[in-house]
């Protein structure tokens, strides 16, 4: 096993430039867009540059310096959108939906960051 990346993804063709975004920040390895459909009044995507597919893909192949960045990026989004609790923002959630059980839908490292409404409980409960 082992992951292959596809160069058709939706968003290693936003980082080729073939498909625009609404960035809202680029740093040396990462890129930070707003979501095409967004689940709250702020729903930023952080990715990395580097062709990886799931978080556990990225820690394992990325260097230090983009593991760095990575989460540098996201800690900047947050500065940026004024969102940290530390900093009298409202706070946030950040997810990353990893394979199958994960549902994730495109297979580029991605980190949803979410704002700007009570977004519930982290996972909702099982129907009865
Ligand atoms: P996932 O379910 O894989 O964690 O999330 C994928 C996210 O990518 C979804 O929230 C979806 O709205 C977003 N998305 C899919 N296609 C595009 C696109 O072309 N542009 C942008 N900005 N977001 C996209």
């Given at each position: ?24 920040l680029e ?11 967004p689940?709250?009044?702020?729903h ?22 983009e593991?760095?960045d ?17 900093e ?19 297979m ?14 982290m996972?909702?409960?099982e129907?009865?």
């Amino acid at each position: 096993m082992g992951y292959t990346y596809d160069h058709e993804n939706i968003f290693a063709k936003i980082l080729r430039g073939e498909i625009p975004n609404d960035t809202v920040l680029e740093t040396e390895h990462s890129l930070a867009f707003n979501d095409i459909a967004p689940q709250s009044p702020v729903h930023v995507l952080v990715i990395p540059k580097g062709p990886y597919v799931t978080w556990d893909h990225f820690i394992d192949a990325a260097s230090d310096a983009e593991i760095a960045d990575y989460h540098r990026a996201m800690r900047q989004v947050i500065d940026k959108l004024g969102l940290s609790p530390g900093e009298d923002g409202q706070g946030y959630r950040v997810i990353v939906n990893s394979g199958a059980a994960g549902v994730q839908e495109v297979m580029h490292l991605h980190t949803h960051i979410c704002s700007g409404r009570d977004l519930g409980r982290m996972i909702p409960n099982e129907p009865k």
